[in-house]
């Protein structure tokens, strides 16, 4: 993010909102002002100035992407972000509630939203009893993070915790290292009841992970996806998104974790975001905005993902992420399940937590394996197809986090990812927002 005069060009208010100063972390009014073929939020702090960011750049217009959804209006929301803790105000349950289980981790990584790498492992017992609190017996899914999860050697006894909580999912937020090192260990998880792996995965290049965390890291990330297609784990890979660093590499990782299914369910992006290690200002230029990944989809593995198939978040804000739902076919190919929806906040185009929270369990798990007779999966039949649906299911997903410099209310209130701590479930980009100074 760029502190930089306003420049004085030709410009339009498309929207008013609040956020936050990115200094002292105080709520201001804040506006979406359309200039140049990008959006950008304005804001003035009446300590620290005026800060300006850009939201969207790209082929899809924002507002359009953006749809029906209601701003924020004078008098609503008083409380956000510094009150969280979910408010009756909040729009939003939780879809997926994450719980640190460790400070600690093995490695350095340059951008990390924890900020990880010293203190210590929650003890168990402080583990177990968060775990009952935070679960709705039959229905929570949980993510275990920290921090590197895996450094605990106590984490299949974590796991169990959670089933024995009633968590009906228990996903695990892994950088990889130990799962591709220790295939007994992976057995170890999934016999503990662990139902999938959400695994930081940047590219094909060691350069990349050099860069972006300190150390090639490739195979030991392709041993860890082939130790888990062995004991049934289903992988979904997840790349931090940096400019100049793999934003030209998006369709090169697409055709990757296609070429791997059925172990690999999907890819779930993340263009970077500047809080946890990052606590600076960044340029403009070192942004990448959702409208710029939906035009890196297109132009970068257009010939793999059909076109249209890929719809705003119905589920959190519609400038927070999108979605595609496909089956990878015999040949290699995608094939979408649904048409492009519209983000119209209207009754049957909103998705609530439970049901967002059923897609992503059954898309994202992989099924027991069973017998196959002869002809059931041809897919050209109705039970090959159904057949097929289940066994190799793919997602393409991306969350694109706030921090202070672009942080909006607006998004903030259908936030459906929550950090349980002391007590209370937290948005996600509320629970690791810090100044930017």
Known sequence: MEKRPLQAKVRKIVRRTYSVCPVCLKRIPARHVQSGGAVYMEKECPEHGRFSTVLWRGRQDMAAWRGDTPPIREGENENCPAGCGLC???KQGTCCVLLEVTSRCNLGCRFCFAGAGGGQDVPFEKVREDLFALAEPGQTLVQLSGGEPTVRPDLP????????????????NTNGVRMGEDEDYVKSLAEAGLSFVFMQFDGLDDGIYETLRGRPLLDVKLRAIENCAKHNLGVTLVPTLVPGVNTGAIGE???FAVSKSPAVRGVHFQPVSYFGRIPRLPQ?????????????VEDQAGDVVPAGSI??????HPLCGFHGDYIVLPDGTLKA????QSSCCCGAQTTTAAQNRAFVARKWQRPKEE??????DDIETLEGFVRRVKTHSFTLTAMAFQDAGNLDIERLRRCSLHVFKDGRFIPFCAHYLSPLA
Do not use: N, W
């Open 337 to 340: 399940l649904h048409k492009k």
């Open 253 to 255: 990782m697409i055709r």
């Open 157 to 172: 006894r974590v796991i169990a915790a959670a089933r024995e909580a009633g968590c009906a999912y228990v996903q695990l």
């Open 88 to 90: 009756p105000e909040h």
């Open 371 to 376: 017998p196959v007779e002869a002809g059931s």
């Open 311 to 316: 719809s705003p978040s119905r589920c959190d």
């Open 284 to 296: 403009d230029s070192e942004r990448f905005t959702l409208g710029e990944l939906l035009d890196a």
